[in-house]
Nanobody, 125 residues
Framework: HVQLVESGGGSVQAGGSLRLSCAGT?????????VGWFRQVPGKEREGVAS????????AYASSVRGRFSISLDTAKNTVFLQMNSLKPGDTAMYYC??????????????????WGQGTQVTVS
């Protein structure tokens, strides 16, 4: 039974930082084809924020967060992190991590992911 559990969300002032964690059980995140972070605000579609291909150690970022956010994998902890710096009010959202072991041409769309966490709220004021 695969579970992804996010943590690390909270309230922060603009310009501040947060580090989100996504801990996996029932899945080795280092063996996933893609692990991604997504975010969603009420009334809007879930959007991709950052993703990592553990096997290729490649990462990708949405243009709105590039240079401010960083995704990384700690294999020993079986956890993917999202370091978020220089936060803006526009970053306020529920943040979700997702993972899948299947091949995909892109890690940036929600429909390719089979496993999702429950989300963690980030509020920037």
């Amino acid at each position: 039974h695969v579970q992804l559990v996010e943590s690390g969300g909270g309230s922060v002032q603009a310009g501040g930082s947060l580090r989100l964690s996504c801990a996996g059980t029932g899945i080795h995140l280092s063996s996933a084809f893609c692990v991604g972070w997504f975010r969603q605000v009420p009334g809007k579609e879930r959007e991709g924020v950052a993703s990592i291909r553990p096997g290729a150690t490649t990462t990708a970022y949405a243009s709105s967060v590039r240079g401010r956010f960083s995704i990384s994998l700690d294999t020993a902890k079986n956890t993917v992190f999202l370091q978020m710096n220089s936060l803006k009010p526009g970053d306020t959202a529920m943040y979700y991590c997702a993972a899948d072991i299947r091949y995909s041409t892109t890690c940036e769309i929600t429909t390719m992911y089979a496993y999702w966490g429950q989300g963690t709220q980030v509020t920037v004021s």
